[in-house]
């Protein structure tokens, strides 16, 4: 799994301690996001995988407001470290 699917995943799993498996079907509903069974956690991104991170940011900022895209931050704060600034998807900085 790339550092991007990585994101995602932690970012989906911390939404879900928050708001139970509702977390996994709004990733579902995200475009370039593939999500498999929730007990595996897997996870993948097709296309341009800022693009996609920052449409799950906004699907759950969409239904939850601004501490939802904190958690998403906090969520992915510990793998953002690996990556350049320019490879940080806009709505994680």
Same mark, same amino acid.
């Given at each position: 799994?790339?550092?991007?699917?990585?994101?995602?995943?932690?970012?989906?799993?911390?939404?879900?301690?928050?708001?139970?498996?509702?977390?996994?079907?709004?990733?579902?509903?995200?475009?370039?996001?593939?999500?498999?069974?929730?007990?595996?956690?897997? @996870?993948?991104?097709?296309?341009?995988?800022?693009?996609?991170?920052?449409?799950?940011?906004?699907?759950?900022?969409?239904?939850?407001?601004?501490?939802?895209?904190?958690?998403?931050?906090?969520?992915?704060?510990?793998?953002?470290?690996?990556?350049?600034?320019?490879? @940080?998807?806009?709505?994680?900085?």
């Amino acid at each position: 799994m790339d550092i991007f699917s990585n994101i995602a995943r932690k970012i989906i799993k911390e939404q879900e301690l928050i708001i139970g498996p509702l977390a996994w079907d709004e990733a579902r509903k995200v475009g370039g996001l593939s999500v498999g069974d929730e007990k595996t956690g897997e @996870v993948t991104i097709a296309g341009d995988a800022k693009e996609v991170l920052n449409k799950l940011v906004a699907q759950y900022e969409r239904l939850f407001g601004r501490a939802s895209r904190e958690v998403c931050h906090d969520a992915a704060a510990s793998l953002l470290a690996d990556l350049q600034p320019a490879e @940080v998807p806009s709505s994680l900085r």
